[in-house]
């Protein structure tokens, strides 16, 4: 049999008419080149500034010792010594430097007023003011809470109040009050008596 196969040119044409292209057929493998990644390096711009001598600030350290505290004078609380047992918030005051409560003729005449109102030991407190002359009312109502006031020979302004007409019967707040004179000289002075005695009947 003889070979088919046949490479002349003039042969070829006689089967193929259309131009024939001769492809190769290779896959050349993409060349790929590395890519060099360039980092740009931030370039940090330090900043210097001038220099400058560094000032410390001081505060002043307050002398505490030369520091003035306000006069605050905190007054302690009295505690009186009196007679009788005010079960019915009644302060008798009397003034008498020689005396516990007076002389014999003004206790007389205290037991004469102290009756007409009908009185006893038990209802009233009696305190001579010349044991306690810085005391103000405030401090007797704070410890008795006065109802009643008797002042025998202590005025108003010496307990800090504002003045107020002897002998007679005055109010401050729901406290009654009657200041009169010293209970020696009150017994000898048949007009101040009575007035005061009329002004005491107004408590009955």
Known sequence: ????????????????????????????????????????????????????????????????????????VFKPKLDFKYLGKNQRNILILVNDSENEVSTEQGRELLRKLVNAIALTAKDFALVNYANYNTATYADFNDFFACKLVLAF?????????????????????????????????????QTSKKILWASLQKLK
């Open 1 to 72: 049999m003889t070979n088919q196969l046949t490479s002349n040119a003039e042969a070829l044409r006689l089967f193929f008419t259309e131009d024939i292209y001769l492809v190769k057929d290779e896959f050349k493998a993409a060349f790929v080149e590395p890519v060099n990644e360039v980092q740009e390096v931030a370039q940090t711009e330090s900043v210097v500034l001038p220099k400058t001598e560094a000032k410390v600030y001081e505060e002043p350290i307050a002398d505490l010792s030369m520091v003035q505290e306000p006069n605050m």
């Open 153 to 189: 020979g202590v005025n108003a302004k010496q307990l800090g109040l504002a003045e107020q007409p002897l002998h007679q019967l005055n109010e401050l707040g729901e406290t009654k009050l009657v200041f009169t004179t010293n209970l020696h000289d009150l017994d000898s002075d």
